[in-house]
């Protein structure tokens, strides 16, 4: 089985600051892993993917996220938020195979003060 | 390249009725996907399709139901409307997962359902 949690459900930072959102995962296998990004009314738009190559991710927008087996974690990251990033960022976990699925996290509301 | 696409953008329904969402996936995509975001509950997994057969089912109902046609587009079906059916719902579409590469899911915009 495998499940996805995230540390928490709101984030508020002040543009300019850095943003950490937090994800840790639980799999009996070597997981892909995805962060997607929810603005208010829209659909879920990929951010960056972790598939067993480099542990450091890039992704779109100047986010990055760091894939750490040993705490089971693949927390984002980006070092100055901008007013835009104000969204809901949802961690999830793939498992391959016949019998492919996503298990999304609850998500992370992310609120950028001026 | 046009994404997925859905329709319509709301719905709203009686309980009791029935509503029909479509779905357009990106093209060259033959995986759809149903998921169901009501509020509190976060995105649940609700049908995955690919070549016109259904793969794997969440935990939902057998009145939820879909069918995805010869083009790769696909209709979710949901009979007697409950209240709790209210939320928005998203398809996503994707190449075949079986290689590393196709992983990834790609989200339409989705429907609005309002049961009231």
């Known amino acids: 089985a495998q499940s996805v949690t995230q540390l928490d459900s709101h984030v508020s930072v002040s543009e300019g600051t850095p943003v950490l959102l937090r994800c840790n995962y639980s799999?009996?296998?070597?997981?892909?892993l995805f962060w997607y990004v929810q603005h208010p009314n829209k659909g879920l738009q990929l951010l960056l993917k972790?598939?067993?190559?480099?542990?450091l991710v890039k992704g779109i927008n100047g986010f990055e996220a760091e894939f750490k087996k040993s705490e089971t974690s693949f927390h984002l990251t980006k070092p100055s938020a901008h007013m835009s990033d104000a969204a809901e960022y949802f961690c999830?976990?793939?498992?391959?195979?016949?019998?492919?699925?996503?298990?999304f996290g609850k998500g992370t509301l992310l609120t950028v003060n001026p | 390249e046009a994404g997925v696409t859905q329709s319509p953008t709301h719905l709203i329904k009686t309980r009791g009725q029935q509503a029909t969402l479509r779905c357009s996936p990106i093209?060259?995509?033959?995986?759809v996907y149903w998921y169901q975001q009501a509020l509190g509950l976060g995105l649940q997994f609700l049908l995955w399709?690919?070549?016109?057969?259904?793969?794997n089912r969440g935990n939902f109902p057998p009145r939820f139901s879909g069918r995805q046609f010869p083009n790769y587009s696909s209709e979710l079906n949901v009979n007697a409307l409950e209240l709790e059916d209210s939320a928005l719902y998203l398809c996503?579409?994707?190449?075949?997962?079986?290689?590393?590469?196709?992983?990834?899911?790609?989200f339409g915009p989705g429907t609005r359902l309002t049961v009231t």
């Open positions: 093209s060259g995509h033959t995986s």
């Open positions: 799999s009996s296998y070597s997981p892909s």
């Open positions: 996503a579409s994707s190449l075949l997962p079986y290689g590393v590469t196709s992983y990834e899911q790609y």
């Open positions: 999830v976990v793939c498992k391959g195979g016949s019998n492919y699925k996503l298990t």
């Open positions: 972790y598939t067993s190559a480099a542990t």
């Open positions: 399709y690919d070549e016109g057969e259904e793969r």
